[in-house]
């Protein structure tokens, strides 16, 4: 048998998409167009005697910095070295860079044979949206009626280097909805709520105040008849734990977010719920 390790196609990248909803992640139904833009050769797909088994993605942000995701084998392909060969091929790609990853909790011990160790967990809460209006002095408004470079700039906060192709994407693809709070003519505020197999997702969901993540996420609730929606929250934020509990959102999946080196100098205060379990 041959098994061979390939950059994956964009057709390969719809695929690696369905297999993870297999996997029960629960992607959202047009996610894979926006992974896709963020790094086009980060996407690896194994295929023995032709056919796919294995995938993994090795997205690369600036010139430090990278996310491992879609870390996937077939059931049929388990237990027989594809997976751990299609994993080393991604990590040779993210040579020299502190690697993040979202990993579920059960692989630990695996992910830190590989150099990684523990920098907090993810929460997947489900449930009915927080309902609340923006406080005083805050506006809400479509995030593509917003200056790009805004946006951009915004996000750098929340997340390790820049991402504009993929953000870009991110909040604009169909079967989604993007929403900004603006307060005195500053951004304090993005989120983006999308169309998924099941349960539509809120990510990210960035903002300067419990009250401000809420607004965001009523609104874009209404504005998609969502009546029950997910949300990936750190538990490192604590109001953010409490702002999904008031609302009797309840845990439904959990992720392990793993670092090779440092945790990134990022506004956790504002970060209630991450982007995207495969790209961070």
Not at 84 to 95: F, N
Not at 132 to 154: E, H, M, T
């Amino acid at each position: 048998m041959t098994f061979e390790i390939t950059v994956a196609s964009a057709d390969d990248v719809q695929r690696m998409a369905r297999w993870a909803a297999d996997e029960g992640w629960n992607p959202g139904n047009t996610d894979a167009y926006a992974f896709h833009a963020a790094d086009p050769g980060a996407f690896l797909i194994g295929r023995l005697d032709g056919e796919p088994v294995t995938c993994i993605s090795v997205v690369k942000y600036g010139q430090g910095f990278g996310f491992l995701g879609f870390y996937i084998a077939r059931p049929a392909a388990r237990g027989k070295g594809y997976g751990l060969k299609t994993w080393d091929a991604g990590m040779v790609r993210m040579a020299g860079r502190n690697v993040g990853l979202d990993g579920v909790p059960a692989q630990q011990a695996n992910y830190r044979k590989s150099g990684f160790r523990l920098a907090w967990n993810n929460i997947r809460y489900e449930g009915p949206p927080p309902v609340g209006k923006a406080p005083a002095g805050v506006s809400l408004f479509d995030a593509r009626s917003v200056p790009f470079d805004r946006l951009a700039a915004f996000d750098r906060r929340f997340f390790s280097e820049a991402r504009d192709s993929f953000l870009a994407a991110w909040i604009t693809l169909p079967e989604r909805s993007a929403m900004v709070a603006l307060r005195d003519g500053k951004l304090a505020g993005l989120a983006v709520m999308r169309s998924c197999q099941t349960t539509s997702r809120v990510g990210p969901l960035f903002a300067d105040s419990p009250d401000i993540a809420t607004a965001l996420v009523s609104a874009l609730a209404t504005k998609m008849d969502a009546r029950a929606v997910a949300i990936d929250v750190p538990d490192i934020n604590k109001p953010g734990v409490a702002l999904v509990e008031s609302a009797g959102m309840k845990p439904s999946f959990e992720t392990a977010r793993m670092y090779t080196g440092a945790n990134p100098d990022l506004d956790y205060a504002g970060l209630f719920g991450v982007t995207s379990f495969e790209l961070g």
